[in-house]
């Protein structure tokens, strides 16, 4: 049950399954380099993408994009990560994002997994 909490800690916010671990070194480099990541995405005027049905690539960038946890639930209030398609550097901008939710889901299964003894 422990495992769940962390994993949900990590999901939420970066590295924080691993610092409420007293992981810290780990817990830095995670979020260090998904916000990294990330910031690069936002400032590249990259998309979030919302829940949408009419595309199944959409769908996907959807899943991929909630694996940001808070940035994800922060985007759906505040307007960031909206995207300009004008931009050259938008679909660089969006994958960097995507790719951050992608490696911050292998982060929370790595707090998951190290709660239950898996990892080292």
């Given at each position: 049950m422990r495992g769940v909490l962390f994993m949900a800690a990590g999901w939420l916010l970066p590295g924080l399954g691993h610092a409420l671990q007293k992981r810290y070194a780990r817990a830095a480099v995670f979020f260090g380099c998904v916000a990294a990541m990330t910031a690069l995405g936002l400032?590249?005027?990259?998309?979030?993408?919302?829940?949408?049905?009419?595309?199944?690539?959409?769908?996907?960038?959807?899943?991929?994009?909630?694996?940001?946890?808070l940035l994800y639930l922060l985007?759906?209030?505040?307007?960031?990560?909206?995207?300009?398609?004008k931009r050259a550097t938008f679909e660089f901008g969006t994958a960097y994002i995507a790719g951050a939710g992608l490696l911050n889901y292998l982060i929370a299964l790595d707090a998951y997994d190290t709660a239950a003894g898996k990892s080292s």
């Open positions: 400032a590249m005027n990259g998309r979030i993408y919302p829940f949408q049905t009419d595309n199944p690539l959409t769908i996907l960038a959807f899943f991929a994009d909630v694996g940001n946890g985007s759906r209030l505040l307007p960031i990560g909206v995207g300009d398609l």
